[in-house]
């Protein structure tokens, strides 16, 4: 078929179309009764997701948060009770007497105190080296402001001298001496000890420890 016969068709065609008027209007009035299309509904976001996220988090600070206090609660209190009151300044030193002799022996022992002492406790450790027996003891406080004990314990002649209750040491240099035979010789005082324990009136304590060689 040529191109010309063709488009004689065509028009042919074309003219003898008629519309369907009623369907088409029967059509529109469809539409209109059904109102407009239903809107396109997207898809819910996920938000289960972020909510999951954001209660994890919450989870985790609150879990942190109770982790601080159990260790806080777990830390040892610190110790109780008021602020300890220093105790008087002394100074101690243990010395063999110059005139001990190749039987006998004094040991000296220095005390000085800055400010008066309420309490008082001299400890004077002589070890038995052999031959220790005591011949006396003498202090340059009056006699009657202390209780003085001689005694063997542990290896050791002990001349112990504790301040009676109310009596007081003003501030100062004293002397305590204890007294003793030896065997005969040079006698080594390395083993010797002292222990002094100063007490002031507002309950500070001071100890001193030293020795004799």
Same mark, same amino acid.
């Given at each position: 078929?040529?191109?010309?016969?063709?488009?004689?068709?065509?028009?042919?065609? *074309?003219? *003898?179309?008629?519309?369907?008027?009623?369907?088409?209007?029967?059509?529109?009035? +469809?539409?209109?009764?059904?109102?407009?299309?239903?809107? %396109?509904? +997207?898809?819910?976001?996920?938000?289960?997701?972020?909510?999951?996220?954001?209660?994890? @988090?919450?989870?985790?600070?609150?879990?942190?948060?109770?982790?601080?206090? @159990?260790?806080?609660? =777990?830390?040892?209190?610190?110790?109780?009770?008021?602020?300890?009151?220093?105790?008087?300044?002394? %100074?101690?030193?243990?010395?063999?007497?110059?005139?001990?002799? %190749?039987?006998?022996?004094?040991?000296?022992?220095?005390?000085?105190?800055?400010?008066?002492? *309420?309490?008082?406790?001299?400890?004077?450790?002589?070890?038995?080296?052999?031959?220790?027996?005591?011949?006396?003891?003498?202090?340059?406080?009056?006699?009657?402001?202390? @209780?003085?004990?001689?005694?063997?314990?542990?290896?050791?002649? &002990? #001349? /112990?001298?504790?301040?009676?209750?109310?009596?007081?040491?003003?501030?100062?240099?004293?002397?305590?001496? *204890?007294? #003793?035979?030896?065997?005969?010789?040079?006698?080594?005082?390395?083993? =010797?000890? #002292?222990? &002094?324990?100063? @007490?002031?009136?507002?309950?500070? +304590?001071?100890?001193? /420890?030293?020795?004799?060689?």
């Amino acid at each position: 078929m040529d191109e010309t016969r063709l488009r004689g068709e065509l028009r042919e065609a *074309a003219a *003898a179309h008629r519309p369907d008027h009623a369907r088409m209007l029967a059509r529109v009035e +469809r539409g209109m009764t059904a109102g407009p299309p239903p809107a %396109r509904v +997207r898809p819910p976001r996920r938000r289960w997701t972020v909510a999951v996220a954001v209660a994890a @988090t919450v989870a985790g600070v609150l879990g942190l948060g109770g982790l601080a206090v @159990t260790t806080l609660r =777990d830390r040892p209190a610190p110790p109780s009770g008021g602020v300890a009151v220093p105790g008087p300044a002394a %100074r101690a030193a243990g010395t063999i007497d110059a005139g001990s002799n %190749r039987w006998w022996a004094q040991s000296d022992l220095a005390v000085t105190t800055d400010a008066e002492v *309420a309490g008082l406790t001299v400890e004077l450790r002589v070890a038995l080296t052999g031959g220790i027996v005591s011949t006396g003891h003498w202090q340059t406080r009056p006699a009657d402001d202390f @209780t003085v004990a001689v005694a063997e314990e542990a290896g050791a002649l &002990v #001349y /112990r001298w504790t301040l009676k209750e109310g009596r007081a040491v003003p501030p100062g240099p004293h002397t305590f001496a *204890a007294q #003793y035979n030896h065997a005969e010789g040079t006698r080594d005082a390395s083993a =010797d000890a #002292y222990t &002094v324990v100063l @007490t002031a009136r507002d309950g500070g +304590r001071t100890t001193l /420890r030293g020795g004799f060689g």
